[in-house]
């Protein structure tokens, strides 16, 4: 069964607190995305990853970074969270060669 | 330019009746056209796709739709249901791009028993 993973699903932080969002998948995708989610935003691509170590800033990088050290699991980090980066956050990932992007189910960060 | 407009931001339709969704696009090299259905408190998933060399594409109850000289494409549900009632999202990748996918702001199409 194809899964794309995400941990934890709810996180409470408080600003300027360190921030590490968690992907796994078991697909074994070359490429792995992470969005954030906001109400009239849609989704927003703030970083893309073709494969391990191979990572490229999205529209919206600005204030966060990743870390992909294995195919399977795509971090990523919020160093010193801000209010403004409560959203909630998908990670995605896609096989090379295909077109379908396979969500996990969310992270919900609230930054206080 | 790489945005993806989508209207309109909210649909109310009654059960039964079809549903229709426009988007469109800026970049002419744009080649895939996928749309995503997400629940409440769910992850977007995909429903169905059309590419640049088709202009029609049909599979259980959705029709999409591509005018590529117009830079538009759009998703057509007939015989709207409840369980339609979702968020919807258009997008569009670039030929060449690797993989970035562009989506519009969504809609939400609200089916009224």
């Known amino acids: 069964d194809m899964k794309v993973t995400q941990m934890p699903r709810y996180l409470i932080k408080r600003m300027g607190e360190n921030v590490l969002l968690e992907c796994g998948q078991d697909?074994?995708?070359?490429?792995m995305y992470w969005y954030r989610q906001d109400p009239g935003l849609g989704l927003q691509l703030i970083y893309i990853?073709?494969?391990?170590?191979?990572?490229s800033e999205g529209d919206i990088p600005k204030g966060y970074r990743v870390s992909r050290k294995k195919r399977e699991h795509f971090s990523l980090i919020l160093d010193s969270a801000k209010t403004n980066q409560t959203s909630v956050y998908f990670c995605?990932?896609?096989?090379?060669?295909?077109?379908?992007?396979?969500f996990g189910a969310g992270t919900r960060l609230s930054v206080l | 330019g790489e945005q993806v407009e989508q209207l309109p931001s909210i649909l109310r339709v009654q059960e039964g009746s079809s549903a229709s969704i426009n988007c469109t696009y800026e970049?002419?090299?744009?080649?895939?056209f996928p749309w995503y259905k997400q629940e409440p408190g769910e992850n977007p998933k995909l429903i169905i796709d059309?590419?640049?060399?088709?202009e029609r594409k049909q599979t259980q109850g959705l029709i999409v739709l591509l005018d590529k000289k117009a830079k538009r494409f759009s998703l057509h549900i007939t015989d709207t249901q409840p369980g339609d009632s979702a968020m919807y999202f258009c997008?569009?990748?670039?030929?060449?791009?690797?993989?970035?996918?562009?989506f519009g702001l969504g809609t939400t199409l609200q089916v009224q028993p």
């Open positions: 995605a990932s896609r096989q090379q060669s295909q077109n379908t992007l396979y």
């Open positions: 697909m074994s995708h070359e490429t």
């Open positions: 990853s073709y494969d391990v170590d191979s990572n």
């Open positions: 970049n002419s090299a744009s080649n895939y």
């Open positions: 059309i590419r640049s060399n088709m």
């Open positions: 997008a569009a990748r670039i030929t060449g791009n690797t993989g970035k996918l562009i």
